[in-house]
C-alpha cells in the first residue's frame, strides 16, 4: 500500500508442468497477496496479460472513481493499444 492507496499488479507466470502455456495472477500491494488466477491457459505471455485486461478493469475503474471526491467529476483514463 503506498500513500494510503491499494495497488494492484498482474503477474504473467509459466504454468506447470508444461512450460509451454502461460496464466496469469492479479496481485494486491507488493505481489505477496493473490486475489484472483486464471483458469485459462494462454499459448504466450501476450495472451495471457491479454486475457488479465477483463479482471484488472474493474479494479481500475473503481480505484479511479474511488479517488473522486465529486460525483459529477468524470475521470479519463488515457488508453493506447500498440500492435506487438
Not at 506447470?16 to 492479479?26: A, H, I, M, T, V
Request: proline share 4%; glycine share 4%.
Amino acid at each position: 500500500m503506498k500513500d494510503g492507496k491499494i495497488q494492484y499488479l498482474v503477474r504473467v507466470v509459466e504454468l506447470e508442468p508444461c512450460r509451454q502455456s502461460y496464466g496469469w495472477e492479479l496481485c494486491r500491494d507488493d505481489g505477496s497477496i493473490v486475489i484472483q488466477r486464471s483458469t485459462q491457459a494462454f499459448a504466450t505471455r501476450a495472451e495471457a496479460l491479454a486475457g488479465s485486461v477483463q479482471a484488472a478493469a474493474p479494479l481500475a475503474l473503481w480505484a479511479s472513481a474511488s479517488e473522486s471526491s465529486d460525483a459529477s467529476q468524470t475521470t479519463h483514463v488515457p488508453a493506447r493499444l500498440n500492435r506487438l
